[in-house]
C-alpha cells in the first residue's frame, strides 16, 4: 500500500508559537571588521594585512605577536623540532633566526642530530626507507654512527651535553656544507642545543660503534640543560613545538615540571605546536597543560615548507617595522 504519514494539525500549530527577536539585537562573533581586505594588503605592502581576525587568521597574528614580544622584552623563545623540518629544507631559515638572534635555544630529538651531520657532510640526506628495508641496509651507512660517536667521545665532560659536542665537532671538523647545518650554527652563534634520543629509535643505535652509556650520558646531559633554558620562558617566552608528536612534548613537560620543582617559577609564556596533524600530546603536554594557569597555547596545522616561511616572513616584517 501507499506510505501514509499521521500528521496531526497541532503539530503545525506549535511553529504559530515561535517568539523571534530582532537580528540587530544577536551578539555576533564575526564582523566585517574582521574580514580580510585585500586592498589594505595592497597599501600596506605587508603580509599581514592578508589575515582576516578571526579563528586561525587571528591566531596565527597573535603567534607572531607573542614571539615578537619576548623579543624586545629580552625573553627566550625556543624551538623544538622533528627530523622532518630538516628534510623540508628549512635549515637556512632557522640558521638565520639564530644569527638575528631570535632563538635562545634549539631542541632537537636524536633523527634532527642525524640527518643534520649528513647534511654538513655531503649536503644531503633522507635515504629511501621501503628501498633498503627488505635487504637489510636501511640506516647501514658508515659515516654517520662512526662521526657521531667519535664526537660525543671526543667532546665528552660534565659540562658538554650532545648538542654541544655535535655541534662544536661539525663547526670545528671538515664537514663542506657545515653552512647549512643547525649544529655548527648554534655552536657558532652561542645559541644552546638539547638533543633528546629514545635508544633503539635511530638508525646510528643499530651499529657497533654505538656506546649506549655515552650516549645516554650525553642526552641525560642536555635534559638537564633544557631545565635552564626553560627558566628564560618565564612572564613572555614562547615555546614552539614543530613536527615531533612524542617524544618532544613528553621531554618538554618532564623539564618544565622539574624546573617549577625546584623552585624557578616558569609562567604565563605562549606555546605553539605546528604539524601536519594534530596529536594528543602535543596537544596537551605543550599547548593546554604547560598554560593552564596563565599564558597562552595555540596550534597551527599545515606543511612545515609553507607555514614555518610563513611565519618567519610575518616575524621580519614585524621587527622591521619596530
Known amino acids: 500500500g501507499n506510505l501514509s504519514y499521521d500528521m496531526k494539525p497541532d503539530a503545525f500549530e506549535t511553529l504559530q508559537q515561535v517568539e523571534t527577536y530582532s537580528i540587530h539585537e544577536r551578539q555576533h562573533k564575526v564582523g566585517i571588521d574582521d574580514f580580510i581586505d585585500p586592498a589594505e594588503w595592497q597599501r600596506q605592502g605587508v603580509l599581514r594585512a592578508l ?95 662512526l662521526l657521531i660517536h667519535a664526537a660525543l667521545k671526543q667532546y665528552d665532560s660534565a659540562q658538554a651535553g650532545m648538542g654541544q659536542a655535535l655541534g662544536q665537532a661539525v663547526e670545528e671538523g671538515d664537514y663542506p656544507y657545515k653552512a647549512y647545518s643547525l649544529l655548527a650554527s648554534a655552536y657558532r652563534y652561542g645559541v644552546p642545543v638539547t638533543v633528546h634520543v629514545a635508544i633503539g629509535a635511530d638508525t646510528i643505535h643499530m651499529h657497533p660503534s654505538t656506546d649506549a652509556a655515552l650516549l645516554g ?93 610563513l611565519l618567519y616572513a610575518l616575524m621580519l616584517e614585524a621587527m622591521d617595522q619596530g
Open 51 to 145: 589575515f582576516p581576525k578571526v579563528l586561525k587568521g587571528q591566531d596565527i597574528t597573535a603567534i607572531v605577536d607573542a614571539f615578537v614580544s619576548a623579543q624586545r622584552r629580552g625573553r627566550s623563545c625556543l624551538i623544538a623540532m622533528g627530523a622532518h623540518v630538516i628534510k623540508c629544507g628549512l635549515n637556512p631559515l632557522l640558521i638565520d633566526m639564530m644569527r638575528r638572534g631570535w632563538l635562545q635555544g634549539l631542541v632537537l630529538n636524536g633523527a634532527g642530530v642525524i640527518h643534520d651531520v649528513e647534511v654538513a657532510l655531503i649536503g644531503a640526506t633522507s635515504e629511501d626507507v621501503a628501498q633498503n628495508l627488505g635487504a637489510g641496509a636501511f640506516g647501514m651507512v658508515q659515516e654517520t654512527p
Open 217 to 309: 650520558q650525553a642526552t641525560y646531559r642536555d635534559f638537564q640543560r633544557l631545565t635552564l633554558a626553560l627558566r628564560g620562558l618565564h612572564d613572555g617566552g614562547c615555546y614552539w613545538n614543530i613536527g615531533s608528536a612524542v617524544i618532544l612534548p613528553e621531554v618538554f613537560l618532564k623539564a618544565l615540571t622539574l624546573c617549577r620543582n625546584t623552585g624557578h617559577a616558569v609562567e604565563r609564556f605562549t606555546t605553539v605546536n605546528l604539524d601536519m596533524l594534530q596529536h594528543y600530546r602535543p596537544e596537551f603536554n605543550v599547548i593546554r597543560r604547560p598554560t593552564q594557569d596563565g599564558g597562552r597555547g595555540y596550534s597551527l596545522t599545515g606543511h612545515h615548507e609553507i607555514m614555518l616561511p
